[in-house]
């Protein structure tokens, strides 16, 4: 017998009974989205691996470390993608999608980063994505984090997150900062963590959301971004604000909330909960409007957010928020004996799936006598067993248990549909 072949570590399976939250979640989220006017947007894995040096950024921690490239026949450098709104961008670029025109996208997927895997972070993971085009005005990021706090009540989560906020800037505030921050820091290198003497002449800004606690403690008295913002940056967040607070979605303003890439300006912002360990995201996202043109097109604004579809699922099930009907569950099943009786189950298993209701009926298939039958009946964790037999065939009836309560009845073909309605109704 040959060695078994087992998954990459990092990139999971996802089996039958955890599956069934995953498409409770997705069809949440494509309700809720659709409601606000957005269209799915569908794009490859695979892609140039120029588009996330150029879009994420070369110095950030995806490009320079956690990215799945290599080089195909042709020589050519291709890289799995590791998150969307690059590949968002391209495909809505390419298909003249964005110039002069406003579009309301979204996107799911699995993405892929070389990373050490944990609990809920993975080498292969998946986001889903809402990203808008054509809007500079603050009233799109207002609306895309209302989006996301109705998501949240649906999905019984709004009490169990929090929304940080906060405002970048434009590009020449954020240099501006970022040469009085590296001034500051340079002072102090020897105590910052490995991590951040390294971001401080790559990506100097990364610093302020180190965990480290010896470099929290010298960033108290760094210089704060908020002392660079410019005007207009300022007058973006405060009109941010203002519709938040009329829609009544309550926030709080982290100053060293930044975002680890490039293409961010303006606005940023995190959902974040405390139902995971240590405060944990599990959306984030702000305002790109530099990257279409950053990545060949004519400059367009952009905003959008990315969510976490592990995460969330981990902290649905943590928190024991996902309904039963969101369950793989059997209505009935059906078991039968005898030539006559398998041929009459398939037509009374067929009508009940014609009925319109949305039943999930599982036919027993494979033989065996009653008695096991009746086992994979009870396993099955159906409401109702259908038994069907040669006498049943003749007389035009059908056996229902009901597997609560052991009670068996009988009951005529024509009348089945309204039988079982009331049954599983009352």
């Given at each position: 017998?040959?060695?078994k072949?087992?998954?990459?570590?990092?990139?999971?399976?996802i089996?039958?009974?955890?599956?069934?939250?995953?498409?409770?979640?997705e069809k949440?989220?494509a309700?809720v989205?659709?409601?606000?006017?957005?269209?799915?947007?569908?794009?490859?894995?695979?892609e140039?691996?120029?588009?996330?040096?150029?879009?994420?950024?070369?110095?950030?921690?995806?490009?320079?470390?956690?990215?799945?490239?290599?080089d195909?026949?042709?020589?050519e450098?291709?890289?799995?993608?590791?998150e969307g709104?690059?590949?968002?961008?391209r495909?809505?670029?390419?298909?003249g999608?964005?110039?002069?025109?406003?579009?309301?996208?979204w996107?799911?997927?699995?993405m892929?980063?070389y990373?050490?895997?944990?609990k809920?972070?993975?080498?292969q993971f998946?986001?889903i994505?809402?990203?808008?085009f054509?809007?500079?005005?603050?009233?799109?990021?207002?609306?895309?984090?209302?989006?996301?706090?109705?998501l949240?009540?649906?999905?019984?989560?709004?009490?169990?997150?929090?929304?940080?906020?906060?405002?970048?800037?434009?590009?020449a505030?954020?240099?501006?900062?970022?040469a009085?921050l590296?001034?500051?820091l340079?002072?102090?290198?020897?105590?910052?963590?490995e991590?951040?003497q390294?971001?401080?002449?790559?990506?100097?800004l990364?610093?302020?959301?180190?965990?480290?606690?010896?470099?929290?403690?010298?960033?108290?008295?760094?210089?704060?971004?908020?002392?660079?913002?410019?005007?207009?940056?300022?007058?973006?967040?405060?009109?941010?604000?203002?519709?938040l607070?009329a829609?009544?979605?309550?926030f709080?303003?982290?100053n060293?909330?930044?975002?680890?890439?490039?293409?961010?300006?303006?606005?940023?912002?995190?959902?974040?909960?405390s139902?995971l360990?240590?405060?944990a995201?599990?959306?984030?996202?702000?305002?790109?409007d530099?990257?279409?043109?950053?990545?060949?097109?004519?400059?367009?604004?952009?905003?959008?957010?990315?969510?976490?579809?592990?995460?969330?699922?981990l902290l649905?099930?943590?928190?024991?928020?996902?309904?039963?009907e969101?369950?793989?569950?059997?209505?009935?099943?059906?078991?039968?004996f005898?030539?006559?009786?398998?041929?009459?189950?398939?037509v009374?298993?067929?009508?009940?799936?014609?009925?319109?209701?949305n039943?999930t009926?599982?036919?027993?298939?494979g033989?065996?006598n009653?008695?096991?039958?009746?086992?994979?009946?009870?396993?099955?964790g159906?409401?109702?067993?259908?038994?069907?037999?040669?006498?049943?065939?003749?007389?035009?009836?059908?056996q229902?248990?009901?597997?609560q309560?052991?009670?068996?009845?009988?009951?005529?073909?024509?009348?089945l549909?309204?039988?079982?309605?009331?049954?599983?109704n009352?």
């Amino acid at each position: 017998m040959g060695r078994k072949v087992q998954a990459i570590r990092g990139m999971n399976d996802i089996l039958p009974g955890q599956s069934s939250v995953w498409q409770y979640l997705e069809k949440t989220v494509a309700q809720v989205v659709s409601g606000y006017g957005y269209q799915q947007i569908r794009f490859p894995i695979v892609e140039h691996t120029e588009l996330f040096k150029r879009g994420v950024g070369e110095t950030t921690d995806i490009v320079e470390k956690e990215m799945y490239t290599f080089d195909d026949r042709n020589g050519e450098s291709l890289t799995l993608r590791p998150e969307g709104t690059a590949s968002c961008v391209r495909a809505a670029d390419q298909a003249g999608l964005l110039f002069n025109q406003t579009q309301r996208l979204w996107y799911v997927g699995p993405m892929f980063r070389y990373e050490r895997p944990q609990k809920g972070r993975y080498r292969q993971f998946h986001q889903i994505g809402v990203e808008s085009f054509g809007m500079a005005t603050p009233d799109i990021d207002a609306e895309l984090i209302i989006l996301s706090a109705r998501l949240w009540k649906k999905l019984g989560l709004l009490e169990h997150v929090e929304l940080q906020l906060n405002t970048i800037g434009v590009a020449a505030a954020r240099e501006s900062f970022k040469a009085a921050l590296v001034e500051y820091l340079t002072q102090y290198k020897d105590q910052l963590d490995e991590d951040s003497q390294r971001r401080l002449s790559t990506n100097p800004l990364r610093i302020l959301d180190s965990k480290d606690e010896n470099t929290q403690k010298v960033l108290v008295n760094a210089p704060s971004l908020e002392d660079f913002i410019d005007e207009e940056s300022q007058a973006h967040f405060d009109r941010l604000q203002a519709i938040l607070k009329a829609n009544d979605v309550p926030f709080v303003i982290n100053n060293k909330l930044v975002r680890g890439l490039d293409y961010y300006g303006k606005t940023v912002f995190e959902w974040v909960t405390s139902h995971l360990g240590a405060q944990a995201t599990v959306c984030a996202g702000g305002r790109y409007d530099g990257l279409v043109e950053q990545l060949g097109g004519k400059a367009t604004p952009a905003v959008g957010f990315a969510m976490g579809v592990e995460r969330l699922v981990l902290l649905l099930e943590t928190l024991e928020l996902i309904p039963s009907e969101a369950k793989d569950t059997t209505d009935v099943f059906m078991v039968s004996f005898g030539d006559a009786a398998e041929l009459q189950s398939f037509v009374v298993a067929e009508s009940l799936r014609n009925a319109g209701q949305n039943w999930t009926v599982l036919r027993h298939c494979g033989g065996g006598n009653f008695k096991n039958q009746m086992k994979k009946a009870d396993k099955s964790g159906a409401r109702f067993t259908l038994i069907i037999g040669d006498s049943e065939v003749e007389e035009g009836v059908v056996q229902i248990k009901d597997m609560q309560t052991g009670e068996q009845t009988s009951c005529t073909n024509a009348d089945l549909v309204g039988n079982l309605l009331e049954k599983l109704n009352g």
